[in-house]
């Protein structure tokens, strides 16, 4: 039993040497070590076969699955899923395709070819326990513990869904074959039938009465007739699935308490109705019982290596078995059961008639057509018991035993009747005829010397294709060479072994005693004339060529073909050059039934068949291709030629009486072979084998010498490597100097091209930077400009709000003097109406005067002509003090008001100036940040930037020596106008108060005068002017004297209203000239 290790290799041979099957059938054991898990074993899981039954499929406990070809002896990794599976399908319609049950409740599909993933399938709630596929490939069943899922492999989506109840599971849901019913099996051992189109219920299988067997597993017979159930007992229940009835019980040995799997083993002949079922149970063995005998057949497995899981090949070829240890066990079938040991019945049964009362004898009718096998015989069922140890033989090994009804003659009658043997036993009916003694130790002890020397080169002189066919060729001659010597130096050897090596190849021992047994038999005489042609041979083929056919010889010799030429290419090659394989293997079905002599007569046979073609031919080389070369012949017509040339060639002519009869190989040694001469074979060996050590000792010197050779070669290939190595280093030394002046050129065009970036970039700075700084500067100035504006907007709104108010004031002092002048009119008139009334008053008193005393009338008459133009002048003068007194009032009140508005105004200015003062130290400080960049950014220009700033240094002293005098000069001006203003304040005080004292020490004041309409009001007799009291005597004569006076000083005050009107217009243009200078030197 052979242990294959395929560890982590990817594909390789299942087994290296040809396999012997064990006692126990084992044909190999597979396991699998991981190296990188201290060498441990990974167990295989799942296997799976396809519908040849030539390949299958394992998965191991790592996800890694592996496909077995039996047939090629070779195995492939298809996949690594990277985790367990837990069910496998491999009987797709699509063959290259495969199905794995993952852990993650997910089935997927791969390619094998391809190894890529066709599909993923999700759906399954549960781990997936079984795969069914239909008989068409085209859909599948997946089955879990809560529900079974109908797949369709073309769309690869799901169809059906069944779905159970949660106190019912699911035990096994699967196919029929050769039908579309589904069979449903559930924990409770209830068994149901479906369409698988309509999912439409069939039927139900009754459920028996008694306890109950926890169906576990379940098989089917291939033409779906018959149903196998086991469970948790050692009953097994057979269901006839046409009648829906248990048609039988069989009870297991003892030993068995639990089926774990089944499984019914098909056979070519059943038709399907497989009788024999294999029975897993939980010891670990598996038992094959025939269900209709109830026997146990053989079985495999055993306590100490347990089975835990199997499939059965499709065929019924192999059994593929995971073992308890996690190996991989294959089973060849055919070895475990004694009737396939046996050799196959004969075709030819003979009639007899048996009195005997015993009925072990087999009587059988011969009847046209196949030969009816025997029928099964029925027995009783019976204990199972273990089956005694047979002796287990390999396929070859049928061949071995032999018929007692076979003979020659029945042979040779059969080969008459049908011109052939049967192509299935013709290997068989060989061996039987040439009676092969199979010495194994003396073929061993030959094969144990090795290759022989005159073969070791044989395949340049025969190249094969085919590199087994090539060793088992090699094999033979050089078995045949240490055999005997002469077939060492047999040139023409290899052609005559080489049809049989290719016939059989699969049995190198068959093979090499065929051929020995053809050399002994049919090549007698051949080596008599070595190391020429058999020419006593060949003579005994032209002597019967003579006899039958003259003319054709005749024909022969005159174009100078000899028997050499026609008859020899024939003999060396046994007819393989000029005969197809079907042809040859007819041809040697005749020659190994017949005489030895059948052979030459054979050669005859052939040139007299051909003789048609042979007589056109005239050169020598037209013969020898012809006899080199296939042509077309009837070999049965050729095969009857050859019959009767054996049968009507005379008796002195015949070769048989030079040739000794048939003659089988000795058993235990093979027999001497020394009919050639020894002398030429002996010489002609020592000749070679001189030569040979010739050959070696100059093999030897010219390996010598070509090693020196070599050596020289290798040390002038040193050499010119070196100087070469050298060279190229000089080339390569210089290509670097080279490079590398480039690139310091490129580097100095690179530095001069940055340093030229670098000062544009740097010029850009400037530029940029300059410009930022005239942006700026121009900004500064538009926001100066735009100060000033504003400024010069404030002082002109200010100017027109001043000019406006003003305006107001004027406007209101021409209203108060419009009030003046009505209240002056009305009071004028009220005057005018006092007076009236005084005068009438007076003309009354006048009048009542008058008539008291005439005598004073004129002088009373002109002391009142006096008292009243004194009276209208004092009016008068009165009328203007008053207006002038208000005048004075109001302007002074306007001067008060523009005093404080342009005392506001100025306050406004220093603000202005205070906000400018600090925008232009803001200025100064940017200023200065400004030029320090630029001192940073021009270093180099640091003179340039030295003289500029010296420039703006000089420029802001000029700007604050500028500013300084506009502020010395603005303050001056401001002193000039305090000054004007205090010394206008202090002469308005001054006239004001020399008016008022004016008008104090006046007798007929304004005020005095302001008051007495209201004391005329008040008591109009206290007005009269004409008073003659002696209190007013001294007034009435006063105004006379004054009235000079009152004139002047009424001129000097309005001299000094004028002088105070030209004071406040000249301040006036004092103040918008300060405006303007001011507005002038901000915009400057």
Same mark, same amino acid.
């Given at each position: 039993m052979?242990?294959?290790?395929?560890?982590?290799?990817?594909?390789?041979?299942?087994?290296?040497?040809?396999?012997?099957?064990?006692?126990?059938?084992?044909?190999?054991?597979?396991?699998?070590?991981?190296?990188?898990?201290?060498?441990?074993?990974?167990?295989f899981?799942?296997?799976?076969?396809?519908?040849?039954?030539?390949?299958f499929?394992?998965?191991?406990?790592?996800?890694?699955?592996?496909?077995?070809?039996?047939?090629?002896?070779?195995?492939?990794?298809?996949?690594?899923?990277?985790?367990?599976?837990?069910?496998?399908?491999?009987n797709?319609?699509?063959?290259?395709?495969?199905?794995?049950?993952?852990?993650?409740?997910?089935?997927?599909?791969?390619?094998?070819?391809?190894?890529?993933?066709?599909?993923?399938?999700?759906?399954?709630?549960g781990?997936?326990?079984?795969?069914s596929?239909?008989?068409?490939?085209?859909?599948?069943?997946?089955?879990?513990?809560?529900?079974?899922?109908?797949?369709?492999?073309?769309?690869?989506?799901?169809?059906?869904?069944?779905?159970?109840?949660?106190?019912?599971?699911?035990?096994?849901?699967?196919?029929?074959?050769?039908s579309?019913?589904?069979?449903?099996?559930?924990?409770?051992?209830?068994?149901?039938?479906?369409?698988?189109?309509s999912?439409?219920?069939k039927?139900?299988?009754?459920?028996?009465?008694g306890?109950?067997?926890?169906?576990?597993?379940?098989?089917?017979t291939q033409?779906?007739?018959?149903?196998?159930?086991?469970?948790?007992?050692?009953?097994?229940?057979?269901?006839?699935?046409?009648?829906?009835?248990?048609?039988?019980?069989?009870?297991?040995?003892?030993?068995?308490?639990?089926?774990?799997?089944?499984d019914?083993?098909?056979?070519?002949?059943?038709?399907?109705?497989?009788?024999?079922?294999?029975?897993?149970?939980?010891?670990?063995?598996?038992?094959?019982?025939?269900?209709?005998?109830?026997?146990?057949?053989?079985?495999?497995?055993?306590?100490?290596?347990?089975?835990?899981?199997?499939?059965?090949?499709?065929?019924g070829?192999?059994?593929?078995?995971?073992?308890?240890?996690?190996?991989?066990?294959?089973?060849?079938?055919?070895?475990?059961?004694?009737?396939?040991?046996?050799?196959?019945?004969?075709?030819?049964?003979?009639?007899?008639?048996?009195?005997?009362?015993?009925?072990?004898?087999?009587?059988?009718?011969?009847?046209?057509?196949?030969?009816?096998?025997?029928?099964?015989?029925?027995?009783?069922?019976?204990?199972?018991?273990?089956?005694?140890?047979?002796?287990?033989s390999?396929?070859?090994?049928?061949?071995?035993?032999?018929?007692?009804?076979?003979?020659?003659?029945?042979?040779?009658?059969?080969?008459?009747?049908?011109?052939?043997?049967?192509?299935?036993?013709?290997?068989?009916?060989?061996?039987?005829?040439?009676?092969?003694?199979?010495?194994?130790?003396?073929?061993?002890?030959?094969t144990?010397?090795?290759?022989?020397?005159?073969?070791?080169?044989?395949?340049?002189?025969?190249?094969i294709k085919?590199?087994?066919?090539?060793?088992?060729?090699?094999?033979?001659?050089s078995?045949?060479?240490?055999?005997?010597?002469?077939?060492?130096e047999?040139?023409?050897?290899?052609?005559?072994?080489?049809?049989?090596?290719?016939?059989?190849?699969?049995?190198?021992?068959?093979?090499?005693?065929?051929?020995?047994?053809?050399?002994v038999?049919?090549?007698?005489?051949?080596?008599?004339y070595?190391?020429?042609?058999?020419?006593n041979?060949?003579?005994?083929?032209?002597?019967?060529?003579?006899?039958?056919?003259?003319?054709?010889?005749?024909?022969?010799?005159?174009?100078?073909?000899?028997?050499?030429?026609?008859?020899?290419?024939?003999?060396?090659?046994?007819?393989?050059?000029?005969?197809?394989?079907?042809?040859?293997l007819?041809?040697?079905?005749?020659?190994?039934?017949?005489?030895?002599?059948?052979?030459l007569?054979?050669v005859?046979?052939?040139?007299?068949?051909?003789?048609?073609?042979?007589?056109?031919?005239?050169?020598?080389?037209?013969?020898?291709?012809?006899?080199?070369?296939?042509?077309?012949?009837?070999?049965?017509?050729?095969?009857?030629?050859?019959?009767?040339?054996?049968?009507?060639?005379?008796?002195?002519?015949?070769?048989?009486?030079?040739?000794?009869?048939?003659?089988?190989?000795?058993?235990?040694?093979?027999?001497?072979?020394?009919?050639?001469?020894?002398?030429?074979?002996?010489?002609?060996s020592?000749?070679?084998?001189?030569?040979?050590?010739?050959?070696?000792?100059?093999?030897?010197?010219?390996? @010598?010498? #070509?090693?020196? /050779? &070599? *050596?020289?070669?290798?040390? =002038?290939?040193?050499? +010119? !490597?070196?100087? %070469?190595?050298?060279?190229?280093?000089?080339?390569?030394?210089?290509?670097?100097?080279?490079?590398?002046?480039?690139?310091?050129?490129?580097?100095?065009?690179?530095?001069?091209?940055?340093?030229?970036?670098?000062?544009?970039?740097k010029?850009?700075?400037?530029?940029?930077?300059?410009?930022?700084?005239?942006?700026f500067?121009?900004?500064?100035?538009?926001?100066?400009?735009?100060e000033?504006?504003?400024?010069?907007?404030?002082?002109?709104?200010?100017?027109?709000?001043?000019?406006?108010?003003?305006?107001?004031?004027?406007?209101?002092?021409?209203?108060r003097?419009?009030?003046?002048?009505?209240?002056?009119?009305?009071?004028?008139?009220?005057?005018?109406?006092?007076?009236?009334? @005084?005068? #009438?008053?007076? /003309? &009354? *008193?006048?009048?009542?005067? =008058?008539?008291?005393a +005439? !005598?004073?009338? %004129?002088?009373?008459?002109?002391?009142?002509?006096?008292?009243?133009?004194?009276?209208?002048?004092?009016?008068?003068?009165?009328?203007?003090s008053?207006?002038?007194?208000?005048?004075?009032?109001?302007?002074?009140?306007?001067?008060a008001?523009?005093?404080?508005?342009?005392?506001?105004?100025?306050?406004?200015?220093?603000?202005?100036?205070q906000?400018?003062?600090?925008?232009?130290?803001?200025?100064?400080?940017?200023?200065?940040?400004?030029?320090?960049?630029?001192?940073?950014?021009?270093?180099?220009?640091?003179?340039?930037?030295?003289?500029?700033?010296?420039?703006?240094?000089?420029?802001?002293?000029?700007?604050?020596?500028?500013?300084?005098?506009?502020?010395?000069?603005?303050?001056?001006?401001?002193?000039?106008?305090a000054?004007?203003?205090?010394?206008?304040?202090r002469s308005? !005080?001054?006239?004001?108060?020399?008016?008022?004292?004016?008008?104090?020490?006046?007798?007929?004041?304004?005020?005095?005068?302001?008051?007495?309409?209201?004391?005329?009001?008040?008591?109009?007799?206290?007005?009269?002017?004409?008073?003659?009291?002696?209190?007013?005597?001294?007034?009435?004569?006063?105004?006379?004297?004054?009235?000079?006076?009152?004139?002047?000083e009424?001129?000097?005050?309005?001299q000094?209203?004028?002088?105070l009107?030209?004071?406040?217009?000249?301040?006036?243009?004092?103040?918008?000239?300060?405006?303007?200078?001011?507005?002038?030197?901000?915009?400057?």
């Open positions: 052979q242990t294959t290790d395929i560890g982590s290799k990817e594909d390789g041979k299942i087994w290296h040497r040809k396999p012997v099957v064990s006692n126990n059938g084992v044909l190999v054991t597979v396991i699998r070590s991981a190296p990188a898990y201290q060498n441990k074993t990974v167990r899981l799942q296997v799976a076969f396809d519908t040849t039954g030539e390949s499929l394992a998965a191991d406990h790592h996800g890694h699955i592996y496909m077995f070809d039996i047939s090629r002896n070779r195995f492939k990794l298809l996949q690594k899923t990277g985790q367990a599976s837990t069910a496998l399908a491999f797709l319609r699509r063959t290259t395709e495969y199905l794995v049950a993952l852990p993650d409740y997910s089935i997927k599909c791969f390619d094998k070819d391809t190894k890529q993933l066709v599909s993923w399938m999700r759906g399954h709630e781990a997936v326990s079984s795969l596929v239909h008989s068409s490939g085209r859909y599948a069943i997946s089955t879990s513990s809560d529900t079974a899922q109908l797949w369709d492999l073309d769309t690869f989506q799901r169809k059906r869904k069944l779905n159970v109840r949660q106190s019912v599971g699911i035990q096994k849901v699967f196919f029929l074959p050769l579309n019913t589904i069979l449903s099996c559930f924990t409770d051992d209830s068994i149901f039938a479906w369409e698988s189109d999912l439409f219920c039927y139900q299988l009754p459920v028996q009465d306890p109950r067997m926890h169906y576990k597993a379940f098989a089917v033409d779906g007739k018959t149903l196998a159930a086991g469970g948790r007992s050692n009953l097994l229940h057979l269901w006839c699935l046409d009648s829906q009835q248990l048609f039988r019980v069989i009870q297991m040995p003892p030993q068995v308490r639990t089926v774990r799997h089944i019914f083993l098909p056979d070519s002949f059943d038709g399907g109705s497989s009788q024999i079922l294999g029975v897993l149970s939980q010891d670990g063995i598996m038992r094959f019982i025939n269900i209709q005998s109830c026997k146990q057949l053989f079985e495999i497995g055993s306590h100490d290596d347990a089975i835990t899981s199997a499939a059965v090949c499709p065929k070829r192999h059994v593929a078995a995971v073992m308890d240890n996690g190996a991989l066990r294959i089973y060849n079938v055919q070895s475990l059961t004694q009737e396939t040991n046996k050799p196959p019945q004969p075709l030819v049964k003979m009639v007899t008639t048996d009195k005997r009362g015993d009925g072990s004898c087999l009587k059988m009718k011969v009847q046209t057509g196949a030969v009816p096998r025997p029928a099964r015989t029925s027995g009783r069922r019976i204990q199972p018991r273990p089956l005694r140890s047979t002796a287990v390999t396929l070859e090994d049928k061949e071995n035993g032999l018929p007692d009804a076979l003979s020659k003659k029945r042979l040779q009658t059969l080969l008459k009747a049908f011109g052939e043997y049967p192509e299935k036993y013709r290997m068989f009916i060989w061996r039987s005829l040439l009676r092969l003694p199979e010495n194994h130790a003396a073929y061993s002890s030959l144990n010397k090795g290759a022989h020397s005159a073969y070791l080169s044989l395949q340049e002189r025969y190249p085919s590199h087994r066919l090539q060793r088992g060729l090699q094999r033979v001659l078995a045949l060479a240490h055999w005997s010597s002469i077939f060492g047999a040139e023409y050897l290899p052609l005559v072994a080489f049809p049989f090596v290719k016939l059989f190849q699969n049995n190198p021992l068959i093979c090499f005693e065929v051929v020995a047994t053809v050399i038999n049919w090549c007698q005489h051949w080596f008599e070595f190391p020429n042609p058999p020419l041979v060949l003579s005994m083929v032209e002597n019967v060529l003579a006899h039958h056919d003259k003319k054709l010889l005749q024909h022969f010799v005159n174009c100078g073909v000899t028997s050499q030429l026609y008859a020899w290419p024939l003999l060396e090659t046994l007819f393989s050059e000029v005969l197809t394989r079907e042809e040859w007819k041809l040697f079905d005749n020659v190994f039934s017949n005489h030895p002599s059948f052979l007569i054979a005859v046979a052939y040139v007299t068949s051909c003789r048609a073609p042979l007589l056109l031919c005239t050169h020598r080389e037209d013969f020898e291709y012809f006899f080199h070369h296939r042509n077309n012949l009837d070999i049965s017509a050729m095969l009857k030629e050859a019959h009767r040339l054996m049968e009507t060639t005379p008796a002195d002519l015949h070769p048989s009486s030079m040739l000794s009869d048939f003659e089988p190989l000795t058993g235990g040694q093979y027999p001497i072979f020394n009919k050639y001469p020894t002398f030429i074979v002996e010489y002609q020592q000749e070679h084998e001189r030569i040979r050590q010739q050959e070696l000792e100059y093999l030897r010197e010219r390996q @010598v010498l #070509q090693d020196l /050779r &070599a *050596e020289t070669v290798r040390q =002038q290939a040193e050499d +010119e !490597a070196w100087y %070469t190595q050298q060279d190229l280093l000089q080339q390569a030394e210089e290509q670097r100097r080279t490079i590398l002046q480039q690139e310091e050129s490129k580097l100095a065009q690179q530095r001069a091209r940055l340093a030229a970036m670098k000062r544009e970039v010029v850009k700075e400037l530029t940029l930077l300059d410009a930022a700084r005239r942006r500067l121009k900004h500064q100035q538009n926001q100066r400009k735009i000033l504006n504003r400024l010069d907007d404030e002082i002109q709104r200010k100017m027109t709000l001043r000019e406006q108010e003003t305006a107001a004031a004027v406007q209101d002092m021409e209203v003097q419009m009030e003046l002048d009505a209240q002056r009119r009305l009071f004028e008139q009220q005057l005018a109406k006092e007076q009236e009334r @005084v005068s #009438q008053e007076v /003309r &009354a *008193e006048v009048g009542t005067w =008058q008539r008291k +005439e !005598a004073e009338s %004129t002088a009373f008459q002109n002391l009142l002509q006096t008292d009243s133009d004194i009276s209208q002048e004092t009016k008068r003068v009165l009328e203007e008053l207006a002038e007194a208000t005048q004075l009032e109001v302007d002074v009140d306007w001067q008001e523009v005093i404080r508005r342009l005392e506001k105004a100025d306050e406004e200015q220093e603000r202005r100036r906000q400018l003062a600090e925008l232009s130290r803001e200025t100064l400080a940017k200023e200065e940040q400004l030029v320090q960049l630029m001192v940073e950014v021009q270093g180099k220009h640091w003179d340039d930037v030295v003289a500029k700033r010296d420039q703006l240094e000089e420029e802001k002293q000029m700007a604050v020596a500028a500013e300084a005098q506009r502020r010395s000069r603005h303050s001056q001006h401001a002193d000039v106008i000054q004007h203003q205090d010394k206008l304040r308005q !005080a001054e006239s004001i108060s020399q008016l008022m004292e004016k008008k104090l020490r006046s007798p007929c004041s304004t005020r005095g005068l302001l008051h007495k309409p209201n004391s005329s009001q008040a008591d109009p007799a206290n007005i009269c002017l004409n008073n003659q009291s002696s209190s007013n005597d001294s007034t009435c004569f006063s105004l006379d004297r004054g009235r000079d006076r009152l004139d002047r009424e001129r000097d005050l309005l000094e209203v004028r002088e009107r030209q004071k406040l217009a000249a301040r006036r243009r004092a103040a918008d000239w300060t405006s303007q200078s001011v507005s002038s030197q901000h915009s400057q």
